[in-house]
């Protein structure tokens, strides 16, 4: 956080409140992103998780910029579900999504198998009122101690307070380092009808179970699974107050597939995950990266629609603007502008 993120020091030399976006690192655990001063989310990047549960980065708890949360940590029906996480159930014979494997004609295996996406180290960690940008690599590792894939990962936060909303940008490139095709599907490409998640995965309180879920051109609920879509909307209402929250998910219009089939559930629990996998497997070659890049809108109320239509617009505003930053020469100054000679 840098001096200009305070307002001018009080009179009687007490600690100025924090405006804007700001990063605080706590070392060699996770990254904490607040907002005049309140976390917005951390980003735990070393978990504590156990082998079965497919340690990986992750999102959590996920804020909006009132304060309610509209993520959920490790519930006890799917242990392995952390807030937003980037998570594969089926990379070769590898599971790096945690828990059993769905096998065809066998149903889910607990297996040896569950891997693990081992952070590396930060290339960039910029911080400033108007945006927080983060580029992080990290290797995937089996469970039997093998790195099948690197991984360049980046994400960007900002904050709209005028439309009581901030976005995060979700941007990975993985690229295979054996010496075989790894083909990447989901537990329908196994034979499982309509469980075709794995993506960028995102579980939700228990109270938005039952959530509305919104689409250009409809809106329902679990009918909306396997929907192909640019982007999806969920809005579920929080207890212990009459407010609710939506949750726009953006698929880049330059991702593989685009527009992406959602995996979308809201009668047994509230979860949304862009699906590039869901019904086709993907072969990653040695050597040659899969991209993929999303955004994430998180808003203060249901915002229907119309609004959720919005939403996405800035979303999509939010992928260019990480796109020119991660554009040769485009670094972000103190106040998170980013200037691309």
């Known amino acids: 956080m840098t001096p200009d993120q305070h307002d001018r020091p009080a009179a009687d030399g007490?600690?100025?409140p924090a405006r804007g976006l700001g990063l605080v690192h706590e070392h060699d655990r996770a990254l904490r992103?607040?907002?005049?001063?309140a976390e917005l989310t951390r980003y735990v990047y070393r978990p504590w998780d156990v082998q079965l549960e497919s340690p990986r980065p992750y999102f959590h708890p996920v804020r909006t910029l009132g304060g309610d949360t509209v993520s959920l940590y490790r519930p006890h029906d799917h242990v392995w579900h952390k807030g937003i996480a980037w998570s594969l159930p089926n990379v070769g014979p590898a599971n790096l999504w945690g828990g059993p494997t769905y096998v065809r004609d066998r149903g889910y295996q607990q297996l040896p198998n569950?891997?693990?996406m081992v952070h590396r180290g930060f290339d960039r960690l910029a911080a400033g009122p108007e945006a927080v940008s983060v580029a992080e690599r990290l290797d995937w590792v089996t469970e039997q101690g093998e790195t099948w894939f690197t991984e360049e990962r980046a994400f960007r936060v900002s904050a709209d307070p005028a439309r009581g909303a901030w976005t995060l940008v979700f941007d990975t490139a993985f690229t295979n380092r054996t010496g075989a095709a790894i083909r990447i599907g989901s537990p329908t490409t196994e034979g499982r009808e309509n469980a075709g998640y794995g993506g960028l995965f995102w579980?939700?309180?228990r109270s938005f179970s039952g959530g509305r879920v919104y689409s250009p051109d409809t809106e329902g609920g679990d009918d909306m699974?396997?929907?192909?879509?640019?982007?999806?909307?969920?809005?579920?209402r929080h207890d212990g107050h009459d407010r609710s929250a939506t949750l726009?998910?953006?698929d880049a219009p330059g991702n593989p597939g685009h527009p992406v089939r959602w995996f979308v559930r809201t009668g047994i629990f509230a979860c949304v995950c862009p699906a590039p996998f869901f019904s086709e497997e993907v072969p990653a070659e040695p050597g040659r990266p899969l991209r993929y890049r999303y955004a994430v809108v998180i808003a203060a109320g249901d915002r229907g629609r119309a609004g959720s239509a919005e939403l996405a617009e800035s979303g999509l505003t939010g992928l260019e603007r990480a796109a020119a930053e991660q554009a040769p020469g485009g670094v972000p100054d103190q106040e998170g502008r980013v200037r691309v000679p």
Not at 33 to 37: E, K, L, Q, V, Y
Not at 225 to 236: E, Q
């Open 14 to 16: 007490a600690e100025p």
């Open 114 to 116: 569950d891997g693990a």
């Open 225 to 236: 699974m396997g929907l192909r879509a640019p982007w999806l909307a969920f809005a579920g």
């Open 248 to 250: 726009v998910f953006v």
């Open 33 to 37: 992103i607040t907002h005049d001063g």
């Open 203 to 205: 579980r939700g309180p």
